[in-house]
């Protein structure tokens, strides 16, 4: 079997190199005023609760979306990036509008739009993009690209929010905007309070409720995995993932639907221990039992995410595997949101001895993580690619995750 694909993160270094090259290639020669950048995610546990108000543990990647950036004294944007060589995103700054932009460059000017929305005075600007983020992989490259002009327009403007976790929570909620009513992407909030938030060493516990402080929806925990000798290892299996595509939006409808039937503001309002009652309550409205299994996960799946953050904190990573596989179970049978590779990652994985695997991120193909011994990441990636190899799949890539730093 052929070695496997080791999806390598640069340095910041590199990515600065790479950006200022590419700024220099594609604005005359000119530099840029600075160089930003923000990183991926993957999520330990909390899937798809983010839009239930619910909770979820996501950490950020070493794999970072860079940008160099010069502020212009017009309204004019323009774009470039490394993935769309030869091309040129331009639009003006006034005619961002929900509806009105299209292609990577909204997910851009929307950040902008959101910025001026909140209230911030932008100039308009001249940029190029390049990235180690796997595209398309489930792995957040579109917040990594919100946050990393997020972070850059905050300092060209002079905003000054991303100097605190408060700033960069407002920062976050234009990215979330910006992908929401721009991009028209209807995602919950996990990814950019991930790229935006996290830091190195910890995982992020995301508080999606309504009405808490910056404080209170973004807390760090400590998270070592190489103290307790484990590793995180992410496979993208290179199954198309498209959140665009209606299936991510009639999940999210499905819980609203549900959580109106029931009368409650969210779904986040069922206790753990009040599932068969609310179950109960739906099943007239129901014939299916489609709302009953998409309820079912998500309240489960905000109870694991609990028991996990409490297992983290108690230095007992090493015991979250079979909640890891619960959750994957929950995605697969109640949510429908797997797919057979990201099936076949999980079992493969398992069966090599990891301590618990399943799908990261919105699924519908994207990438699935594993925790697992240091001693063993070898073998688990053979045993990975040689399921893939056997079903006749595309070989995945593979990276390893250790909790990383934020968008600066
Ligand atoms: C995608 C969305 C997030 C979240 C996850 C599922 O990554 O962008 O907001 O809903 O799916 O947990």
């Not at 200022?20 to 999520?43: H, I, K, M, Q, T």
């Not at 991303?162 to 919950?188: H, K, Q, S, Y």
């Not at 993580?369 to 990441?377: H, K, N, P, T």
């Not at 893939?388 to 968008?407: E, Q």
């Amino acid at each position: 079997m052929t070695s496997p694909d080791w999806l390598e993160s640069w340095s910041t270094e590199e990515g600065g190199r790479r950006v200022r090259a590419l700024f220099a290639e594609a604005f005359d020669g000119a530099a840029p005023d600075g160089v930003w950048s923000a990183p991926g995610r993957v999520n330990l546990i909390g899937e798809h609760t983010d839009y239930n108000a619910g909770l979820a543990l996501p950490i950020a990647l070493p794999h970072r979306t860079y940008v160099a950036l010069r502020r212009r004294d017009d309204d004019v944007v323009r774009l470039v990036s490394a993935q769309a060589p030869g091309e040129t995103w331009t639009t003006r700054l006034g005619d961002v509008a929900p509806g009105a932009v299209s292609g990577w460059g909204a997910y851009v000017a929307g950040v902008a739009w959101a910025l001026a929305e909140a209230g911030h005075k932008l100039p308009g600007f001249d940029a190029v993009v390049d990235s180690c983020v796997p595209f398309g992989a489930g792995l957040s490259s579109s917040a990594a690209l919100e946050c990393a002009f997020a972070v850059a327009l905050d300092e060209v403007a002079g905003l000054g929010l991303a100097g605190d976790d408060a700033g960069r929570a407002e920062l976050a909620a234009a990215c979330v905007r910006a992908e929401n009513e721009i991009a028209g992407a209807p995602t919950g909030g996990m990814d950019q309070a991930a790229s935006l938030r996290c830091s190195a060493g910890h995982a992020l516990l995301v508080d999606c409720r309504p009405g808490l402080s910056a404080l209170e929806s973004a807390t760090r925990v400590p998270f070592d995995l190489e103290a307790a000798g484990l590793r995180l290892l992410v496979v993208d299996t290179r199954a198309e993932h498209q959140l665009v595509d209606g299936q991510y939006a009639a999940r999210r409808a499905a819980c609203e639907q549900a959580a109106e039937l029931l009368e409650l503001g969210s779904l986040r309002e069922i206790p753990a221990d009040g599932l068969p009652e609310a179950l109960d309550a739906l099943a007239p409205h129901d014939p299916d039992g489609v709302l009953r299994r998409r309820v079912q996960h998500v309240v489960t799946e905000i109870e694991r995410t609990a028991q996990v953050v409490d297992l983290v904190r108690d230095g007992r990573v090493d015991e979250v595997g079979p909640l890891m596989l619960a959750s994957h179970t929950s995605l697969r049978v109640d949510y429908e949101v797997s797919a057979r590779e990201l099936d076949l990652v999980v079992d493969a994985a398992t069966g090599a001895g990891a301590l618990g695997a399943r799908m990261t991120g919105g699924g519908f193909g994207g990438s699935a993580i594993a925790l697992v011994r240091e001693s063993d990441v070898e073998a688990v990636v053979a045993a990975v690619q040689a399921a893939f190899d056997d079903a006749g799949l595309r070989a995945p890539g593979f990276l390893l995750a250790p909790p990383s730093d934020p968008a600066s």
